[in-house]
DNA sequence: TTGTACGCGTTATCAA
DNA sequence: TTGATAACGCGTACAA
C-alpha cells in the first residue's frame, strides 16, 4: 500500500507509462479520449508525480532559487506572489533564500545548498551580478533582476526614477514649501540598491524642470524609530504651509503620526505623499505612488523561464511605472 | 563538460561507484586509503551529490522544511541561524518556506513543493498540528516544533509562562502602579500562537502571589503604529509612578518613544520592562528578557535529526528560560 | 496516437 | 573490503 507511480496509473487507465507521461506534461499529441481516462485514473488513485524522479530523468532541477532581502514588507510579499505563481504555472517549485545579511550570502554561496543547484537565479532588488567577476555566481546560470537593474542581464524592474519625478511634479504643483525624505543607503556596496536614488534624481528634475526649489531634505534609516525621529525633524523645521515626499511609506507614515501629535492639519497646512502604498495606507489616508509589483514579477519569471526553455539574445529589460494614488494626505477624497 | 556524477569520481579514483557511495555516507568499512583517494577525487572533481538522486534511490532527501512566519524580526533570524547550521553539519539541506499568511500556507500544503517533500518538517512558533486531524500533512512525517509547544511531537520552546512570572515578579517589587500591554491574538485559529497567553498567565500568577493587583491592561496588534497609539493610552490612563510590562520590545520601545514625547522621566517616574532583547534593547536602554533562541533553535535540529535516525520513543520536550536583563529602563545600571 | 525500452544519479544487495 | 548490478519513478527517443 505505497504511494502510487505512474505505473498504477497507466496499468489502471489501460495504456502506456509513456501516454501518462505526455498527459501530465501537457504534451502534444494524446486522443482526447484516452486523456480523461489517464486523468480520471490519476484522481482515483490519488497519485502525485514524484518530483524527484521528475528531476532526475529531466535532467534539470525544475528548482529556481530566489534570493531576496527581509520578507516582512508587503512590497516583499507580492513580489514572492508573483513569483511564486508564475513558477508554479510552469511546474517549476522555488526555494527561497533570505538574505538577511553578507554571512548569509557567504553561507548561500559556500555550501552546495538546493537553491545553489537551482536552474535559474531571481534576485531581488539587491545587484549581485558583481559576484560574477569574483566568479562566486556561475556565470553561466540563467538568471533574472527583479526590482534591479544590471547591464547584461534579464530585468524587471520599478521605473523609481519616474516615480520620483512623479511625486516632483505633484509636489510643484502644492504651494507653499517643499520637503522631501530620503531612506539611507547602505553601507556595504554589496547590498546597496540604486532605488532611493533614482527616486531622488527623478523628484529634483521634476522640481527643477518646474521651477521649484526644494526647501529641506531628511534622511532616515528604514525603522519606525529613526522614521519617527526624524518626522519630528521635518516638523520642527518645516515652514507652512508644507508638502513633504516621504521616499517611503514607512517615513511618510510616521510623519502623519507625528503631525497628528502636534495638532497639525494634514491635507492642507501640511500635505504628505509616500511611496509604496502599503495595506495600511488606504485606511490612513495616505497619497502614495503604487507600484505593480505582481506584475514586475510575474515578467521577471516569464523572462526567466524562456531563458530555461532555450531562448537566447540580448538581456531584455522590462520597466514598469508606479501610480500616483492621491488621498486625504494631500486633501483628496 | 556536465556536473559530475558519482561514476566520475568513481572512475578518476579508480573504484567502484558502491564504494563512492559508501564513503560518501560514512558507511562502515572502508578502507582508510581508499577513503582518502575518493575524498580526494571528490573534491578535485568539486563532484555534490544530486539530492534528488539520493532521494530516489534512498528513500531520503536529505532536505528539511523550515514553515516560519514573517522573519525580519530578530529573532526569527536568530532562529534560522541556529536550525541552520545545525542542520548543515548533518548535511541536511534547508528549504525555507515563509508562512505569511493563510493562502500560503495552503500552496504548501496543496502543491508538491520541495518543502512538502522534505525528509523532516520544522514549525516555528504556529502550532500547525491540527492540520493532522485534516490529514493534510503527512501523519507519519518527522516533525519538531520550535517556539511553541503540542502534544505527540518533539518540541523546542521558550518557558513563556516562567518569562512572564519573571516579569510579574520584578514588577510586583516596583513601587507605585502595574501596568501590562499584550500582544493581540490573530483571529485565524491556525495561525494562533499561544505565546502572549502564557507570558500573561505567569505574570499574572506572580502579581497574585506578591498579592498585587494590576491596575490596568491594554492589548496592541504587532506593529509599531498601533504600538505607539496605545502607548499614549496607557500613559494617558496611568498614575504614577508607574511600572508597565510590555510582552514584546516592540511595545516597550513605543512606551519609551511616547514617555520621551511627553518628557516623563523613564526609570524612575515611569518604569519599562519588554520581553525579547531586541539587537536595539540594550543601546536604549531598555529592561527586558533576553531569549536563548539559538540555543532553542539548534536543539530543535537535534531533536528532529535524531528521529531521521531512527530514534523512537515518545515526544520530547525541551525548555528554555528566559534571563531577565536589567537597563536604565527600570532605573538600573 | 500509443507502447516499449533505455537512461538519469544514487543507494542497497549480494557475491567475490 | 570491494565491485557489479538491480532497483527507485519518471521523461523521452524510437518503433509500431
Redesign the pocket.
Known amino acids: 500500500m505505497?504511494?502510487p507511480?505512474?505505473?498504477d496509473v497507466a496499468r489502471l487507465a489501460?495504456?502506456?507509462?509513456?501516454?501518462v507521461?505526455?498527459v501530465?506534461?501537457n504534451h502534444a499529441?494524446?486522443?482526447d479520449s484516452?486523456r480523461q481516462t489517464v486523468l480520471s485514473a490519476i484522481r482515483d488513485l490519488e497519485y502525485v508525480?514524484?518530483p524527484h524522479?521528475?528531476r532526475?530523468?529531466?535532467?534539470k532541477s525544475y528548482t529556481i532559487s530566489i534570493l531576496l532581502p527581509v520578507i516582512t514588507t508587503e512590497f516583499y510579499v507580492r513580489l514572492l506572489d508573483g513569483l511564486e505563481s508564475a513558477f508554479q504555472e510552469a511546474r517549476y517549485d522555488v526555494a527561497i533564500f533570505p538574505l538577511l545579511d553578507r554571512s548569509r550570502l557567504e553561507r548561500y554561496l559556500g555550501s552546495h545548498t538546493l537553491a545553489y543547484q537551482a536552474d535559474g537565479l531571481v534576485m531581488a532588488t539587491y545587484n549581485l551580478t558583481q559576484l560574477f567577476s569574483e566568479n562566486r555566481l556561475r556565470e553561466q546560470q540563467p538568471m533574472v533582476l527583479v526590482d534591479a537593474y544590471a547591464e547584461g542581464v534579464d530585468c524587471a524592474r520599478m521605473d523609481n526614477h519616474l516615480g520620483g519625478r512623479m511625486a516632483g511634479q505633484f509636489v510643484a504643483q502644492q504651494p507653499g514649501h517643499s520637503y522631501a525624505v530620503w531612506v539611507e543607503t547602505e553601507l556595504d556596496q554589496i547590498f546597496t540598491s540604486r532605488v532611493f536614488e533614482e527616486r531622488s534624481a527623478g523628484f529634483h528634475a521634476a522640481m527643477a524642470e518646474a521651477g521649484r526649489t526644494v526647501s529641506g531634505e531628511f534622511i532616515s534609516s528604514f525603522d519606525a524609530h529613526a522614521a519617527r525621529t526624524v518626522a519630528g525633524q521635518v516638523l520642527d523645521a518645516a515652514q507652512f504651509p508644507a508638502t513633504v515626499f516621504a521616499s517611503a511609506d514607512l517615513l511618510a507614515g510616521a510623519l502623519l503620526d507625528e503631525a497628528q501629535a502636534r495638532g497639525l492639519a494634514v491635507g492642507s497646512h501640511l500635505k504628505v505623499l509616500g511611496f509604496d502604498d502599503q495595506p495600511w495606507a488606504a485606511a490612513r489616508g495616505l497619497s502614495t505612488l503604487h507600484q505593480p509589483v505582481e506584475a514586475m514579477a510575474y515578467e521577471a519569471a516569464t523572462l526567466l523561464l524562456s531563458r530555461l526553455s532555450g531562448h537566447r539574445g540580448p538581456p531584455r529589460v522590462r520597466t514598469f511605472e508606479p501610480r500616483l494614488v492621491l488621498r486625504s494626505s494631500t486633501g483628496h477624497a
Chains 1, 2 share one sequence.
Open positions: 505505497h504511494k507511480t505512474i505505473q489501460g495504456v502506456g507509462v509513456g501516454t507521461s505526455r501530465l506534461n499529441a494524446v486522443r484516452t508525480p514524484n524522479a521528475r532526475i530523468a529531466g535532467g
